[in-house]
């Protein structure tokens, strides 16, 4: 089994940061993926960053240029750096990684952070 801990939400004012951070835990063999997903109260849950094994990464349209993802798959780390945050970004943010324990990769999620920006 592959445990993922959350760390870094909070409460911040509009155009301010925050820098969320998730630790792969367990009998991982091999890490293909890592990222964020966000779920607003009453909407479904939405990608907003992913990072690849080879670095390479993707974005939700409504955070590029405002959010940065980085990570270590050989360690099983990821954070994103939040900057110029808006009200909009206010949502549960779930940590995930596709991960192999054995021959076959499968996909895990944190337990969220909740992140709120409000003045």
């Known amino acids: 089994q592959v445990q993922l801990v959350e760390s870094g939400g909070g409460l911040v004012q509009p155009g301010g940061s925050l820098r969320l951070s998730c630790a792969a835990s367990?009998?991982?063999?091999?890490?293909?993926?890592m990222g964020w997903y966000r779920r607003a109260p009453g909407k479904q849950r939405d990608l907003v960053a992913t990072?690849?094994?080879?670095?390479?990464?993707n974005y939700a349209d409504s955070v590029k240029g405002r959010f940065t993802i980085s990570g270590d798959n050989v360690k099983g780390t990821v954070s994103l750096q939040m900057n110029s945050l808006k009200p909009e970004d206010t949502a549960v943010y779930y940590c995930?990684?596709?991960?192999?324990?054995?021959?076959?990769?499968?996909?895990?999620w944190g337990q969220g952070t909740q992140v709120t920006v409000s003045s």
């Open positions: 995930n990684t596709l991960a192999a324990v054995t021959g076959e990769y499968v996909e895990y």
């Open positions: 367990g009998s991982i063999f091999s890490i293909y993926s």
């Open positions: 990072i690849t094994s080879d670095g390479n990464t």
